[in-house]
């Protein structure tokens, strides 16, 4: 579906007349959880949690491009230094791809794909489109949604999950 309104051009154009403050407030929707989750996680560790918050706003302040990275960088050597970790498993088999027969039923597309091409634009697509914009881009709509839905189309086969903007 991804890929359709990549060829569509009147289905493009409206993806792209979509305000940049509406896909930043469907960005938000989406983030808002995440930000939630770091308050409920400092309650439950904040031995771990609350000295990388503080890492993430100090880095974040000369350098957000490496604010979250020396957040799992230091994240990583915490949790070791706090004996959080348990041991490695041994086991750890390689990955094995599978092919899937699609299926078409005329219900599974109007209960479930439809819905999920909607979710995907708005709360995937959209916003990583916002981000572009946000950041002085101007990203070309068509050719980002041909890319991720030939890659959304050639994954599927394998039962892989959608290839989005975000």
Known sequence: A?????????LTRLV?????????GMLAGVLIKFVIAVFDQAAAAPLLVLPLFALFLVVRSFSPAWAVISVLIAGTGLVYGLDMAGPLPNDIGLTTYEFVMPV????ALIGLAVPLYLVTMASQNLPGFA????SGYTPPTASALTVTGLTSLGTAFFGALTTNMA
């Open 16 to 24: 792209e007349r979509i305000p940049a403050s509406i896909a930043a």
């Open 2 to 10: 991804i890929l359709l309104t990549a060829f569509l051009k009147p």
């Open 131 to 134: 981000v572009l914009r946000g």
């Open 104 to 107: 078409f039923d005329p219900a």
